[in-house]
């Protein structure tokens, strides 16, 4: 249950992390600084996202 709910946090925490790179894609900015924050949080939401999804669909549930 405990990697279960560690995985929903993960997901959670991506969506965020790609819903901020999006903002910031879409309110624009120059210069490389904007370019290295939108793929930062990208690539690590990115990498949050389907590790916390990989845990939700592998993880078992024990039988009560």
């Given at each position: 249950m405990e990697k279960r709910?560690?995985?929903i946090i993960l997901?959670?925490?991506?969506?965020?992390?790609?819903?901020?790179?999006a903002i910031?894609?879409?309110?624009?900015?120059?210069?490389?600084?904007?370019?290295?924050?939108?793929a930062a949080?990208?690539?690590?939401?990115a990498i949050f996202f389907f590790a916390g999804i990989g845990l939700v669909r592998n993880t078992n549930d024990k039988a009560s």
């Open positions: 709910v560690l995985g997901s959670l925490l991506g969506v965020g992390g790609i819903i901020y790179a910031s894609f879409i309110n624009g900015g120059s210069g490389t600084g904007n370019i290295k924050l939108i949080f990208g690539i690590v939401g």
